[in-house]
């Protein structure tokens, strides 16, 4: 419990179901100090549905997994995503993993997501000289979108496995985030009309710049267009992000004046601490054809051998876009059918396929599962 709606509203539905809900608050690493007001905000809610409450210290465990893993991601110019490592390392990691150890069947959250389950059946061979072949059942766990495309947050949830989501319940999927707050407001929750948390939730107010800021030293380097002209200086390269308007207008065709139209990041190199930029909002070197990917991973039991054709996005709410996946030598790499704008490394690729198993004609969305973002192919290269 969050100490937002959503997770409040969760509790509520599985007490009425009939479930023996325990609250936990998960304390974690915090800049703003308004976790403590959520923490009361969940304990005031748990009162409320007369259920027992707990607070989880992970502090410690999200400084080391979740708020290193994004300093040391943008030192090294990359753009990571620390809701997705928190849902991994800490939610469906340690918590799910105390949970479990304490006696519960399972972990449920507030997610806008769908667990659906079927049945797959294998054939396992047993024996040396004679083989014979048994037939064994076993559930297949898959995550849909959820009913509020506004909501869905499918997208930070693709690195769970199977025995993730056989311990995992989302009461919120089939359900408009209107409906949350209605149900909350016939319940007298007070997290009814609290506001959606927006950003990088331990910042609250604090931006991430000036977060970063106490982490990683500045480092002026140049900033150098397409074409290898060198037209200024930026601060460090863990503050510019790819797409960013950033250099501004003040600096016209290479501060000359000629050309009114703004620059656009469209690659950081580390290595040489250098940012390259493009004009235009249009220009072609901010859309990328290709992508490869690292850290692929599949939730269904059934893995894609082949290529396989799939929508994706690489940013949450992001429109998704028809592309390929399929495996080179190497590598996963991801193929699109029309090019996306301003994709980042260090940034996850989440792919979905049409789930016709549930007998619905047009299918519903099913999420396959994900990728980190490693390099990409730019309609444009850059010149040296």
């Known amino acids: 419990m969050s100490g937002g709606v959503d997770s409040s509203v969760a509790a509520l539905l599985l007490k009425q179901k009939g479930f023996n809900v325990i609250g936990v608050f998960l304390r974690c690493f915090n800049v703003d100090g308004c976790a403590e007001r959520d923490a009361e905000d969940a304990r005031r809610v ?4 007369a259920i027992p409450f707990y607070i989880f210290d992970f502090e410690e465990e999200y400084k ?12 090294a110019g990359l753009t990571p995503n620390p809701d997705i490592a928190c849902n991994k390392e800490i939610k469906f990691g340690l ?18 997501v769908r667990l659906v389950t079927s049945n797959l059946k294998l054939a396992m061979r047993r024996g040396q000289k004679r083989l014979s072949v048994t037939q064994l059942q076993i559930t297949n766990y898959r995550l849909h979108v959820a009913r509020d495309a506004n909501k869905d947050q499918s997208y930070f ?35 009814a009309e609290k506001k959606d948390s927006q950003g990088i939730c331990f910042l609250g107010k604090v931006t991430l710049s000036e977060f970063l ?9 140049k900033i150098l267009t397409l074409e290898g002209k060198d037209i200024g200086r930026h601060e460090g390269i863990h503050n510019i992000t790819i797409g960013q308007r950033h250099i501004g207008a003040q600096l016209r065709d290479g501060g000359e004046g000629k ?14 601490n250098t940012v390259i930029v493009a004009q235009g909002k249009e220009n072609p070197a901010l859309l990328s054809t290709e992508i490869l990917l690292e850290a692929v991973h599949f939730i269904s039991r059934k893995k894609p ?3 396989i054709k799939c929508f994706a996005r690489v940013r949450y709410r992001q429109k998704l876009e028809k592309a390929v996946l399929r495996k080179e030598k190497s590598y996963w790499k991801l193929s699109f059918e029309n090019p996306v704008r301003s994709v980042a490394p260090g940034q996850s690729a989440v792919f979905y396929v049409k789930d016709t198993s549930l007998g619905r004609s047009s299918g519903e969305l099913q999420m396959l599962g994900g990728a980190v973002i490693s390099d990409t192919k730019s309609c444009l290269p850059v010149k040296r």
């Open 46 to 49: 748990a009162e409320k549905l």
């Open 64 to 75: 080391k997994k979740v708020v290193e893993y994004m300093v040391e991601g943008y030192r």
């Open 259 to 272: 050309d009114p139209k703004p620059f656009y990041v469209v690659r950081k190199e580390a290595e040489t």
């Open 95 to 112: 918590f799910l993993k105390k949970a479990l150890t304490l006696g519960a069947d399972a972990i449920a959250t507030g997610h806008y």
């Open 305 to 307: 051998e082949d290529a």
């Open 213 to 221: 800021g106490e982490y990683i030293s500045r480092r002026a380097g």
């Open 157 to 191: 949830l693709w690195t769970l496995t199977q025995d993730d989501l056989r311990h995992s319940m989302f009461p919120l999927g089939s359900l408009l985030k209107s409906e949350v707050r209605e149900i909350a407001r016939r319940a007298g929750l007070i997290t």
